[in-house]
C-alpha cells in the first residue's frame, strides 16, 4: 500500500486489505491489526479522485463504514475532511460527490453515537453542501405536464440530497440535525431562484420523521412558512409546498390534521385549479389523499362536498382535453 512507484499496486492493496476487513468483520482482534493500514487506504482513495478513473475505492470506504465503522473511527476526522471535499467540489462527478456523500450518511446510521461524538463539528459544512446538491435542478418545460413521474432521474443529486437528509436526519436526529437544518432554510425559502425555494420546502419534507419530536413544537411556524409557496409563481415549488404539507400530514398526523386543517384543505384546493400544470394538480390531490388518511372523521366531514366537488371539476376537464 506504500508501493509509490505502483500506483495499481496501491490500489489493489486498498481492495485487498478491505476485502480483508469484510471477511473478518466482527473480529475486533484481527481488524485492529490492521489499523495503521487506513492511513494508506483514505490515501489511495484521495488519489483515486484526482483522476477520477477508478470509482472502486470510494466504494470501499462505503464498505468499511457499512460494515466496519468502529475500523474507521481513530480517523473518523480525515474521513470527513476527504469525503467533503471531495462532496464540496462542484468539478467533480455527480457519482464521486454522492459515493463521498453515502460514507458519511451511512456512518450515521450504522455508528450514529460515534459520529454525534467525533463528527459533529462538520454538520455545518455538510448540510450546506446537502442542500446544494438539491438546489442541483435544471428548468424543464415540459415538467408539468409529464404523465411519468418516474421519468425524473433517480439518481440526480437533488434525489440524492434529499435522500441524504432524510437518513441523516433518522440516523442521528432531531437534537442533532434541526439547528443546522433551520438554520439554513430560511435564506433558501427566500431566494429569489426558484431551485432554492424548492430546496428548502424539499429539506422540510425530508426532515419530518427524523426531527419529530423537535419539529412538532414548532409546527405553527412551519406550517405558516409553507403556506404562502402553494401560490408561489413557480409550478416547481407549488408541487414543493403540496409535498411538503403531504409529508407533514402523514409525519405529524391528526394532530396536524386538527391544527391545520382551516388552512391546509382551501389551500390545496386552490392548488387544484392550476389547469395549465396537472403534474402539480394532481401532487395537491395527493396530498389531500395524505391529510384525509389521518383526519379525523368529525374534521375532515364538512370538507367532504368542496373536495369531491373539485374533484369532478378536474377530472371533467382532463377528459374534456
Known sequence: INDQANQSVRFASTRATVAFLLANEGENEITSRFQHLLTGVLSTVAESSTTQDDDTLLKCLVDLAENTPKYLRHQL??????????????????????????????????????????????????????????????????????????????????????????????????????????????????????????????????????????????????????????????????????????????????????KFHEKVVPGLLVVMDDHPHPRVQAHAGAALVNFSEDCPKSILTPYLDPIICKLEQVLSSKLKE
Open 77 to 258: 476526522e480525515n474521513v470527513f475532511n476527504l469525503c467533503l471535499k471531495i462532496l464540496g467540489d462542484a468539478e467533480m462527478g455527480d457519482q464521486w460527490r454522492q459515493l463521498s456523500l453515502e460514507v458519511i450518511v451511512t456512518l450515521s446510521e450504522t455508528a450514529p453515537a460515534m459520529v454525534r461524538k467525533l463528527g459533529a463539528k462538520f454538520l455545518n459544512l455538510l448540510i450546506p453542501q446537502i442542500l446544494s446538491l438539491m438546489v442541483d435542478l435544471e428548468e424543464d418545460e415540459d415538467w408539468a405536464k409529464a404523465d411519468d413521474i418516474e421519468e425524473d432521474d433517480n439518481d440526480s443529486n437533488a434525489i440524492a440530497g434529499e435522500s441524504a437528509l432524510d437518513r441523516l436526519a433518522c440516523g442521528l436526529g432531531g437534537k442533532t440535525m434541526l439547528p443546522h437544518i433551520i438554520s439554513n432554510v430560511p435564506q433558501l425559502l427566500a431566494n429569489g431562484d426558484w431551485r432554492y425555494r424548492h430546496a428548502a420546502l424539499m429539506a422540510i419534507s425530508a426532515c419530518g420523521e427524523g426531527c419529530h419530536k423537535q419539529m412538532e413544537q414548532m409546527l405553527n411556524n412551519i406550517v405558516e412558512a409553507i403556506l404562502p409557496f402553494l401560490q408561489d409563481p413557480h409550478p416547481r415549488v407549488r408541487y414543493a409546498a403540496c409535498n411538503a404539507l403531504g409529508q407533514m400530514s402523514t409525519d405529524f398526523g391528526p394532530v396536524f390534521q386538527k
